[in-house]
Structure formats: structure tokens, C-alpha cells
């Protein structure tokens, strides 16, 4: 036998060292989609790290997730091949990683691959000494039978040899710049988050902390404004991310003029003035127009669906006409709530029909499931027909004019549909944009032109334009569903991002019931929105929560994965709770939210420095515990935190966990980040929130009794755009409050008999209108 035997199941030998493919054990769609590959994948587990110790191998550490595109590429040119399967299976221990069910672990290295290349993303490739501590990384690296442009850049299989290399004749010096770079990620991971010593906020050494004041926002908006595309909207260049928490910082800001010229005695807004003032009358004006006219562009552009629904990951192009195609469950559950703000403060048709839009997609199949959760992505590739093997990003979603027209049947419609969505005889996708030329002729469909300017051209009525644009859409939706195979679906159920579909669907259903202008159809779905993000509640609850112990986990497939919840889960699921409970008035979901607030602080504080660290203290598989501050894709696990606390405080009348009260808990937090906050506060665009709770206050509407006037008033608040600081609970009527009364003591003394609005804070309750 010679020194590596390879086996077609990926298993290889060498010496006394036996490496099998293991991801078969794994319940990942990601991680299994690898599972045939001649690599000898590992698992991340103890069991594969102590492996790597005992044969001295570095570890080649590969993390992706479902719908990463550049994910199967590397997948089909690099861990299909023999060759580079041999050189992993020969001197390193390759495991494979879904990002989403170990973002912790990812976390960590995508931190090290940005400080060494200036920039990351999937697929994270880095190499690991056995003592974990990283070597060498990078995203993409091209295979053998590489057809991908991208002059000058080093092959996988030349990384693999250099890297097997240095291991092998310099690996003292190895293990010192590694364990030097292990020590400098340690190192800024802790910069700007070692606030004095305090506990809950409270200082203990007398030292305080720089102080985070309204003009922080200002400082903020004028990032933003610098930054702001006023061609196409959106900020920076291309690529162009939606980054819903930034937008609703704007929406918000936004906001402030419009309660200025709404408020009554009954809506008492608080920290409006002082914020107007700060920030500018002028300057509130267009930070919720900038935000209104990035989201009115991706809803015209590419990155939307404009036959199914849902929001691509972001846009390759600055004009938002090209997505790359994956749609994931935490952005589309961010942009319901999101859309659902614009609307509120700029009503129009296109704003409400996207968040009906997105709200059908994430309480529609494939991404809703029956059990009650809701799944995490949908892939970027699939195959053109059934009938192919391979698949194109992007396949399900183009069109070719030729395959239009053969659709419509008509060519006065087709060609109105043409004009509409952008439709060309030679395709509207750029070569640059195409790097592996799967979209040579094709047409991604975005808002071309409007129907009134069509009509003008063809000599026809808008409303023949409208209606033959409203049938040409079904019909092409119709022959989509029925002729081209859907994306893959990664069906795992994750905590965190079911959070944000709790949330944006509870708040959603409770406004579009409450508008004015609601129809019954209107009413009608937004019951089913309600319904799904109580639903997805009960199952979390039942198959992600140990009632014993109070504990999370952060991923259901085929049952409950083995991965204990991050800081986050607790986080996203508190947040859509108490929206939820503010959606019903069942306080269930308080007791729920409350319960997985006391958790979150047991597990995940830092009772030195203040802040919530993204893991628990106890974690055996990583070389640093981090703090998740700074906002992204997905909003700050302690900018949520923050929140969820001053909410729950204002609700429950500021209640103490291990001595300490909630609103410091909320202080604390902000303050572990000050220092970072006040010289990059647009980092930090969903922690702009608790400043302003942390400087104006945060009060609790108590709504009491039965009365017609009583629904008319809650209408009232729920239709506002958010910007207050406030938070509403109800005792009596038709809510379900028992476990509220018994845990505020102040909501327990109004009689909840009588029919009132009593405006609760600073343990004072007063009733100010009694019908």
C-alpha cells in the first residue's frame, strides 16, 4: 500500500492516520451537500480538534452556508478534485463548517481574514495549528480548471503545497506568528469594549465613562448623508447591501417631524424636541427621505422578486438591477418591519404592497414550515430546466426575450412586459458581471419604466398597460413554477433569524389591522401574519427551549441540533416577543421574553466590563470570546439587548435580576461600547436607539377596561411610525394579563375594570384619559 490510499467514499491513510468522510453524520444542508466529496471532511468537533493535536496536522478550516454562490464554486473546481483532495487528505485535517449553525466560530476568523486582506466573505478558507490559533486565510481560491478571471491570484492547489510546506520545515516559527496574531485578534477584540470596571453600569472604581448623548445621532445622519447614492439611491457604490437597522435609524429619524405635526395631549411624545433640535428639522426631513427612496429603488430593482416575492441578498451593480439571487431568511425578515416604517411615514401603494410582499413570502412555502418555524435561505443556483445537471446562478429568476414572448403569446404584450421589466434582445446583464458566462442573452426583470410612459409610447391607456402587466406576471410566475426547478432550500430553523420574522410579522399584523384604510382583505392576511409569528413562537418554545433550565438552542433540522443559542438567538427571539405581546396582549409571550432576558444576562454578561459577549464563558473550541457591537448584515446582538432591556423595564416596571435593575443592565451595555460609539456612531446605528431611551427616558401606556374609543386609541398608537420612547401593555378586556399584574406591581393597582390610558414611568402610573 502506498503512503495515502485513497477511497471514492473520500477516506485516506497515512501512516496510522485513517481520515473518513464524516459529514453524513451532519444534519446541515450545507455541510452534507460535501458529503461525497473525495475530501475527507471532518466534522468541528472535540473529536476532530484533538485529532489535529495528536498527528500534528494543521487544520484546514472551510466555512460557507447553503446559499453561497462563490461557496459552490470553490466546492465544484477544488473539493471535487482528486488532486487537491489528495493534498488535503495527505498533510491537514480539512473540516467543513455551516457559518450559520457556528457563527461563533466564523466570527473569529473572518475577523482575522478582513485584518490581513482588507476584506472577507464566503467561502472563509483559513488554516489552523492544532492549538487553533489561524495561520493563513482567504475567501475564494480558484481550483485547477479555474475559469474565473482574477489575474495574478494564487492557485488552491500552490496554498496547499506552500502551506504543507512551511508546517513541515518551519513550524516553530509557525507557531509563533501564529500564537502573535492569536494575541493581537485578542487584542482589538477587546479595543473600545474595556469600559472602567462596573457592574450593570454602575461604576465601581469612580472613573465614568465618555458619555453617549443625543448628538451622537447627528453625527450618525451625517455619515449617512455623505454617503448617500443620489442618482440611484442607496449608500456607497456598488456592491449595494440593503442593511435594514441603518435605513430604520433614518426612518426613525424621520419620524420626529411627522409626530411634530401629528401629536395630540394623548400621543405626550418624549425626546422629540430635544432630537429635532440636535439633529435639525431640514436634517430629519431627508434622513427619512433617503431612506424612503433606497427602499422604494430595491423594490423597483432586481434585488426583489418581481414575480414571486422576497429580497436578494444585495445588489453586484450600483442602480440595484443585478442581485446575486440567494434570498435569506434574517434580510427579508428585517425589511418587512422596515418597509412597514416607510409606509407609515410616506403612505403609498408600491411601500405597502412590499410589505404585504414580504410578509406573504415568509409565511408562504418554501421558507414557512408547517411545523410552525421559518427556514433560513434559498440557494443562488439551480438547474434551467429538470432535465439539466448543472447549475447556473441566478437560472430561476432570468429570461430571455425570445422566452418571454413564447410565454405571453402576444407580442403587443410582450412587448409592454419587455419594456416594463427591462427586458433585451441580447440580455441586460453586463460581461463584467458575468464571470462564469451564465448569463449570456439573459434578463434579470427589474422596473424599467413606468406604466404611464409606456402607455405614451404605444398609444394605449395606462390602465391596459396596468392590467397587461398585472396578467403577463402571473402567466410568467406560472410558467416558472411549473417548467424550472426552485432553488434549494436550506431548511434548518434558527433561532436568531426566527427572532426577526417574529417580530416584523407581529408588528406588521397589528398596524395593517389597525390603518383606517384596512380592507378586509388586509385584515385578513395580516391574521394570517399574526398567526405564523405565534406559531413560530410555540415552536421555538417546544423544540429550541429547555423549560427546566431556561436555555436556548440555536438550530432545529430533523430535531434539535447540538449547538447551544448565542447571544443573538436570546436576543432576536426577546425582541419579536415582546413585539408579539404587543401585537395580542397576551402576556405569555412577556413571561417568555422576560424569562429568556434573565438567561441571556446569567450566561452572556460581562459582570467586569459590562456588555453581552456572543458566547458563554464555558466554550471549549475557541481561542476568543467576542462582543458583538457593531452592526451588519444582521443588527448588533448588544444593540438589541440594549433595547429588549429598556423595553422590558419600561413594561415590567424596571425589575432587578441578581440585584441589579434592568435599565442598568440596558446602561451598561451602551457604555461597554462608548468609546467605539462616540468615534464611529453609524456603526453602531441599532445602539442609536437605546442612547435616546438612556437620555429621554422610555415610558409604558397602559391601556385598561373595554371601550370603542380604547381600540381607537391603541389604533392610533400602533399606526404611528416607531420613533418614541414608549411601550404598551394592556390589563383587562380582551387581553391576558394575570402574569403581568403579578410581576408589575404598578400595573397590578389600576383597576382594570375601568376603561382608561394611564402613562407609566419612573414608578409612577397616571391615568390622563378615562372614557
Known amino acids: 500500500m502506498s503512503a495515502v490510499a485513497q477511497s471514492s467514499d473520500g477516506a485516506s491513510e497515512e501512516g496510522n492516520l485513517k481520515l473518513v468522510n464524516r459529514l453524513s453524520e451532519s444534519r446541515s444542508p450545507y455541510v452534507r451537500e460535501h458529503m461525497d466529496n473525495p475530501v475527507a471532511w471532518q466534522m ?227 425626546g422629540i424636541p430635544e432630537i429635532r433640535d440636535i439633529v435639525g428639522e431640514e436634517e430629519c426631513k431627508k434622513a427619512g427621505s433617503m431612506a424612503i427612496r433606497t427602499l422604494e429603488a430595491m423594490a423597483k430593482g432586481g434585488i426583489k422578486d418581481q414575480i414571486g416575492e422576497g429580497f436578494a441578498r444585495y445588489s453586484v451593480t450600483r442602480d440595484w438591477s443585478l442581485p446575486h439571487f440567494e434570498k435569506m431568511l434574517y434580510d427579508n425578515a428585517q425589511l418587512l418591519p422596515t418597509y412597514l416604517d416607510a409606509y407609515l411615514l410616506s403612505p403609498s401603494p408600491l411601500l405597502l404592497e412590499t410589505v404585504h410582499d414580504l410578509a406573504t413570502y415568509l409565511t408562504s412555502p418554501p421558507l414557512h414550515s408547517t411545523a410552525g418555524g421559518f427556514f433560513s435561505a434559498e440557494d443562488a443556483d439551480s438547474p434551467s430546466t429538470a432535465d439539466d445537471s448543472e447549475k447556473r446562478e441566478g437560472a430561476f429568476y432570468v429570461w430571455t426575450l425570445k422566452e418571454l414572448q413564447s410565454v405571453i403569446g402576444n407580442d403587443r404584450d410582450a412587448d409592454v412586459l419587455a419594456r416594463y421589466y427591462g427586458v433585451r434582445e441580447n440580455g441586460n446583464v453586463a460581461p463584467e458581471h458575468d464571470a462564469h458566462d451564465e448569463l449570456i442573452n439573459q434578463n434579470v426583470l427589474f422596473i424599467s419604466q413606468r406604466a404611464s410612459i409606456i402607455a405614451k409610447e404605444l398609444g394605449m391607456s395606462k390602465s391596459q398597460v396596468q392590467s397587461i402587466i398585472k396578467e403577463g406576471r402571473v402567466r410568467l410566475r406560472t410558467h416558472r413554477e411549473k417548467t424550472r426547478p426552485r432553488p434549494v432550500l436550506d431548511d434548518k430553523i434558527v433561532t436568531a433569524w426566527n427572532g426577526l420574522a417574529i417580530g416584523g410579522l407581529a408588528r406588521s399584523a397589528a398596524v395593517l389591522e389597525s390603518l383606517n384604510e384596512a380592507t378586509d382583505e388586509d385584515k385578513s392576511r395580516a391574521k394570517r401574519y399574526r398567526e405564523a409569528a405565534e406559531k413560530a413562537a410555540t415552536f421555538i418554545k417546544k423544540e429550541l427551549y429547555d423549560e427546566m433550565d431556561g436555555l436556548l438552542w440555536r438550530v432545529y433540522r430533523e430535531g434539535r441540533g447540538d449547538t447551544p443559542a448565542f447571544a443573538d438567538d436570546y436576543a432576536f427571539l426577546i425582541s419579536g416577543l415582546i413585539d408579539l405581546y404587543e401585537a395580542t396582549f397576551d402576556d405569555k409571550y412577556l413571561a417568555f421574553a422576560d424569562r429568556l432576558q434573565q ?57 432587578e435580576f441578581n440585584g441589579i435593575r434592568y435599565s442598568a443592565y440596558a446602561k451598561g451595555t451602551l457604555e461597554a461600547f462608548s468609546a467605539e460609539m462616540i468615534q464611529h456612531p453609524y456603526l453602531f446605528a441599532g445602539m442609536l436607539e437605546s442612547v435616546v431611551a438612556n437620555n429621554v427616558g422610555i415610558r409604558s401606556v397602559v391601556i385598561s377596561g373595554s371601550h370603542e374609543k380604547l381600540e381607537q386609541q391603541i389604533n392610533q398608537i400602533r399606526t404611528r411610525p416607531s420613533g418614541l420612547t414608549e411601550t404598551v401593555a394592556r390589563i383587562g378586556g380582551s387581553s391576558k394579563s394575570s402574569w403581568l399584574k403579578d410581576r408589575n406591581e404598578l400595573v397590578a393597582n389600576i383597576d382594570e375594570t375601568k376603561a382608561a390610558v394611564s402613562f407609566c414611568e419612573a414608578g409612577t402610573c397616571k391615568a390622563e384619559l378615562i372614557f
Not at 46 to 62: G, H, I, M, T, W
Open 599 to 655: 438567561s441571556q444576562i446569567s450566561l452572556f454578561y460581562d459582570s467586569l466590563h459590562s456588555g453581552f459577549f456572543s458566547t458563554t464563558a464555558d466554550a471549549p473550541d475557541l481561542i476568543l470570546r467576542l462582543k458583538d457591537g457593531m452592526d451588519s448584515a444582521e443588527p448588533s446582538a448588544n444593540g438589541v439587548a440594549a433595547l429588549n432591556l429598556y423595553r422590558l423595564s419600561s413594561l415590567l416596571n424596571d425589575p
Open 44 to 270: 468541528w468537533n472535540l473529536e476532530s480538534l484533538a485529532l489535529a493535536k495528536k498527528s500534528n496536522r494543521l487544520l484546514f478550516v472551510s466555512i460557507g452556508y447553503s446559499a453561497c454562490h462563490w461557496c459552490h464554486v470553490m466546492e465544484r473546481e477544488s473539493f471535487s478534485n482528486p488532486l487537491i483532495a489528495s493534498l488535503l487528505n495527505k498533510h491537514f485535517i480539512p473540516l467543513k463548517l455551516d457559518r450559520e449553525e457556528r457563527p461563533d466560530v466564523d466570527r473569529i476568523y473572518m475577523n482575522y481574514v478582513q485584518a490581513i486582506n482588507g476584506s472577507g466573505g464566503w467561502p472563509l478558507n483559513v488554516f489552523l495549528t492544532p492549538d487553533l490559533e489561524p495561520l493563513f486565510g482567504g475567501t475564494y481560491f480558484p481550483g485547477p480548471d479555474s475559469t474565473t478571471p482574477g489575474v495574478g491570484r494564487t492557485s488552491f492547489e500552490g496554498i496547499l503545497k506552500k502551506m504543507q510546506e512551511v508546517w513541515t520545515t518551519q513550524q516553530t516559527r509557525c507557531r509563533q506568528s501564529a500564537g502573535e496574531i492569536t494575541q493581537q485578534l485578542k487584542a482589538f477584540a477587546q479595543e473600545g469594549t474595556l469600559a472602567p470596571r462596573q457592574r450593570g453600569g454602575v461604576q465601581e472604581d469612580g472613573d465614568e465613562p465618555d458619555a453617549l448623548e443625543l448628538d451622537l445621532l447627528e453625527e450618525a445622519y451625517e455619515h449617512f448623508e455623505h454617503r448617500f447614492d443620489n442618482q440611484f439611491s442607496g449608500f456607497g457604490r456598488a456592491p449595494k447591501f440593503p442593511t435594514p437597522v441603518n435605513l430604520r435609524f433614518l426612518l426613525r429619524l424621520g419620524a420626529q417631524l411627522k409626530q411634530k405635526v401629528e401629536v395630540s395631549a394623548f400621543e405626550k411624545p418624549m
